[in-house]
């Protein structure tokens, strides 16, 4: 009987390779996973929730809805039209069309736009907008400013125009500091845009001149960034708070006409006022004049107290 020949195992020693690489892959895979969503756009991350949302938002069960209640007579569809629309919560629609209209000079660095729940910022570096030390507006400008009241024609939202400089001093005629110089940019602006539409109840202009700086005005490039423009875009209307003016009596107003009138009528004249004091208070209650040791009269509804002065 022939001998059955032993069969040569060869062990493969390098199968540890296709284990290795494919945990390098996932690895690989999850620190660009963990890269993508460490830094967040907001815009972007605002648009792709907006997408998600209306990829699966539930659509309509049926083609044909059952009609409830009386069909309508006209054939017109009926819709609710808004002259306006609404202002709350619009700043994300404002801000992604800011950016889509001004892309070149996000990205130039000239325009620099911020938002959080209550308010969209628009910063403009002023180089682009004035001349050094005065406050008539370039082509530049108003091109760039017609742009936005036709953005902000269509809305409602209350719009403040600041202005801003370095702390270089100025001193002319026509503006003797820096805080003219910045509120006359402001009006510019806002006086151009009521000229292009938008409702001058909607607008306001302020100056910070040097105050309220972003960098060091230590350097030329900080003063740079100093130098700028800010369009304030409010999402809510917020009324002005108004004074309550209470109303005073002829006898007040005369005395507050005349403060030294008691001093220069003599005690005649503030034993009047005693008088009409009492005639003024409740029958149960008598003010009487109380002559103090200095020769000062005081006026108290109780006037056996012992009291510091009183003979």
Same mark, same amino acid.
């Given at each position: ?37 460490? %830094? ?45 629309? %609404? ?46 030390? =005065? ?10 400013? =017609?742009?936005?009241?036709?953005i902000l024609e ?60 972003? /960098? ?17 875009? /409010? ?6 708070p108004k004074s ?10 005369? %005395? ?32 009487q004049a109380v ?9 108290? =509804? ?10």
């Open positions: 009987m022939p001998r059955r020949r032993s069969s040569d195992l060869r062990m493969n020693h390098e199968r540890w390779l296709v284990s290795y690489a494919d945990f390098i892959t996932l690895l690989f895979a999850f620190f660009v996973v963990m890269y993508s969503i460490s %830094q967040v756009n907001e815009s972007k991350y605002r648009v792709l929730s907006d997408t998600l949302v209306e990829a699966f938002r539930p659509a309509a069960r049926t083609a044909n809805p059952i009609q409830v209640g009386s069909p309508a007579v006209t054939s017109e569809t009926s819709v609710i039209k808004l002259d306006k629309p %609404q202002s709350q919560g619009n700043l994300g629609v404002l801000e992604k069309t800011f950016r889509d209209e001004f892309d070149e000079l996000v990205d130039d660095e000239l325009m620099r736009i911020s938002s959080n729940e209550l308010w969209l910022q628009i910063e403009l570096r002023d180089s682009i907008l004035f001349d050094s030390g =005065s406050a008539q507006a370039s082509d530049t400008a108003r091109e760039i400013f =017609s742009k936005v009241a036709d269509s809305t409602d939202n209350p719009v403040q125009i600041e202005g801003f400089t370095d702390n270089l001093p100025i001193r002319t005629d026509r503006y003797p500091s820096n805080w003219e110089l910045s509120s006359a940019r402001a009006s510019a602006i806002v006086k151009w845009m009521v000229a292009e539409g938008v409702d001058p109840s909607r607008l306001a202009a302020v100056g910070y001149g040097e105050h309220q700086p972003l /960098a060091p005005n230590t350097t030329a490039e900080g003063r740079a960034q100093n130098r700028r423009v800010a369009i304030m875009i /409010a999402r809510d209307k917020m009324d002005r309550q003016v209470s109303e005073l009596s002829g006898e007040l107003l005369d %005395q507050v006409a005349a403060p030294d009138a008691e001093f220069t009528q003599g005690p005649s004249a503030a034993q009047n006022s005693a008088d009409t004091i009492t005639s003024d208070a409740p029958a149960d209650t008598e003010v002559e103090m040791g200095n020769g000062d009269l005081l006026f108290s =509804s109780d006037p056996d107290l012992p009291r510091q002065g009183r003979e």
